[in-house]
């Protein structure tokens, strides 16, 4: 059974119930790279020739070629072949204790993530699965949450390995966390079609918001209130109330996942972006989609990110097919093209005090552009897939997450490399500041969330 409609506004939009609490920075979903179901590991690998791995009956016979050139016991079609002896060209005798140990590669692996050196001020082990959100509160300087592919949320605070609350009740991965803007509530959203909203003051569930079965991709709260938004697996955007646990509306008309979406910075309006390469521009109060963004002058391919501009006048949004548009709100065009990766972008940042924006893209590159200008500043270059980032405050540093599993800080006046953080053994996979600008959040699909010192960068 659905969930109950519910009439007007208990919120007014365009009227702050609370102050106006400005985000640290302006990310993109785990958006961005790496919902669970597109994730990246590693850049893309060359082309190769497959294999197919074989076990041999006895160590001789590991040896074996036959007169055809073919793998023994496979044909030509893949069908299972016998060799007799006169295709028998040598034999040759293989002791075991030559062959390869698996034991001995675990080893290894195990061996060069002792070698990683950690440059982390704390670190958080309480997920049991890759880590894919983090979210710092806007209010309290060190209270994190969390949430990974172990189905589950935690609500924990830097420095303290005893100060942790699980927030448990989903059934599938915890993909996407925020704390609401006067930092009262924490979100966590699965791919189970479930927020679960708690109360951070009596670390109590404050209420569970339904959607449709399918999973949700991203959230996000309202600038000044207690509405929630989501976008999901089923093509639709979900709004809900919060504070009353109640279901607002849908807003229907794309025709594939909803991978990115946000309100705008003064609350009025909602834009997403999907899979079906198209951006939405929605009127939170009617449901009534205000544009579609599509066509050869936009994306080829699904959205992967977006961010918009603090003046709520202009969108920034990113693809897989590597391009990076411009759109102005009030016109539904594009304005502009930000020309210069080569690979999917995953992320996308806009400067809280400079008219600049950041992307990050599985091309190893950070690239800070100038947005009045629309030309590149800086390109930083990594060794690997960038798969997030994130402005330290209204300072001139960005820091950027990789798929090598560091973190890197950048001054994007000049554009060379401040700062490089190690700890990760895996790529890294969503990146928080916290309230006070001294520390950094990031989490892995290494199982663990890490705080790096930062207060220097202010």
């Known amino acids: 059974m659905g969930p109950d409609r519910v009439g007007p506004y208990a919120l ?7 102050p106006v609490m400005p985000c640290p920075h302006h990310s993109a979903a785990p958006a961005a790279f790496f919902l669970p179901r597109r994730r990246a590991t590693s850049s893309p690998p060359p082309q190769t020739q497959p294999t197919t791995a074989k076990t041999p009956a006895t160590p001789a016979a590991a040896a074996i070629m036959s007169i055809t050139g073919e793998v023994p016991g496979e044909g030509s079609d893949g069908e299972e072949v016998f060799i007799d002896d006169e295709d028998i060209i040598n034999e040759i005798p293989l002791d075991e204790e030559d062959l390869p140990d698996q ?4 080893e290894q692996e195990e061996d060069m993530m002792d070698e990683v050196e950690d440059h982390s001020a704390y670190a958080f082990h309480g997920h049991t699965d890759e880590v894919f959100a983090a979210a710092c509160s806007p209010t309290d300087a060190s209270l994190v949450v969390s949430g990974g592919k172990d189905d589950r949320g935690f609500l924990w605070r830097i420095g303290s390995a005893e100060d942790v609350q699980e927030l448990p009740g989903h059934k599938d991965t915890v993909c996407t966390v925020a704390f609401s803007s006067d930092g009262k509530l924490v979100a966590c959203g699965s791919m189970d079609g479930q927020i679960n909203v708690w109360n951070t003051a009596t670390r109590t569930l404050q209420g569970t918001l339904e959607g449709s079965d399918s999973g949700f991709e991203w959230l996000k709260w309202h600038p000044r209130g207690h509405l929630i938004i989501a976008g999901s697996e089923d093509c639709n955007v979900w709004m809900w109330n919060a504070d009353h646990n109640a279901f607002l509306n849908t807003f229907a008309g794309h025709s594939s996942t909803v991978t990115c979406g946000d309100f705008t910075p003064d609350g009025k309006l909602i834009c997403s972006g999907s899979d079906d390469a198209t951006l939405r521009i929605w009127d939170p109060k009617s449901a009534q989609c205000r544009h579609v963004v599509r066509g050869h002058s936009y994306h080829t391919q699904g959205l992967t990110c977006l961010a918009v501009t603090w003046d709520s006048q202009s969108i920034v949004s990113g693809s897989q097919d590597s391009s990076v548009h411009i759109v102005s709100i009030n016109s539904g065009q594009v304005v502009g093209s930000l020309v ?4 999917s972008v995953e992320c ?3 400067s809280p005090r ?8 599985i091309d190893q590159t950070l690239i800070i552009w100038d947005l009045a200008h629309q030309a590149i500043r800086s390109t930083c270059e990594h060794d690997e897939g960038v798969t997030c980032l994130a402005w330290l405050g209204s300072s001139r540093y960005v820091v950027s997450g990789c798929v090598d599993g560091t973190v890197r800080i950048w001054d994007s006046l000049s554009g060379e490399l401040a700062r490089t953080f190690s700890g990760h053994s895996d790529a890294v996979q969503s990146l928080a ?3 006070d600008g001294n520390s950094l959040v990031s989490v892995s699909s290494d199982k663990s969330a890490r705080v790096f010192d930062i207060s220097m960068f202010k």
């Not at 034991?103 to 675990?106: G, R, S």
């Not at 210069?340 to 690979?343: A, E, F, L, R, W």
């Open 12 to 18: 007014d939009l365009e009227t702050p119930s609370c």
């Open 103 to 106: 034991d001995d590669d675990d």
């Open 340 to 343: 210069g990766h080569t690979n």
């Open 348 to 350: 996308i940042g806009i």
């Open 354 to 361: 400079y008219n600049w924006v950041a992307t990050g893209s």
């Open 433 to 435: 500041v916290s309230a």
